[in-house]
């Protein structure tokens, strides 16, 4: 398994996949919003995702696991 984390502290402003999501590489999946900018997180690589780590309105810090993906 995979994880996709965070690249920095911020809230989790918008989710873009669900669980059982086919992902591609470079695809963005988690919208973060940091010192009122927003912050696309892209996955490094492909595959299916298995587990949401965090809820819109999250704060995350930066290396946070936010995304399992399988």
């Given at each position: 398994?995979?994880?996709?984390?965070?690249?920095?502290a911020?809230?989790v402003?918008?989710?873009m996949v669900v669980?059982?999501?086919?992902i591609?590489a470079?695809?963005e999946?988690?919208?973060l919003?940091?010192?009122?900018?927003?912050?696309?997180?892209?996955?490094?690589?492909?595959?299916?995702?298995?587990?949401?780590k965090?809820?819109?309105?999250?704060?995350v810090?930066?290396?946070?696991v936010?995304?399992?993906?399988?």
């Open positions: 398994m995979k994880e996709i984390t965070s690249s920095m911020g809230t402003l918008n989710i669980n059982g999501d086919e591609t470079g695809q999946v988690v919208m919003e940091s010192m009122k900018m927003e912050i696309p997180v892209e996955s490094q690589s492909a595959g299916k995702v298995a587990k949401l965090v809820n819109i309105g999250d704060f810090n930066e290396g946070d936010l995304i399992v993906i399988e």
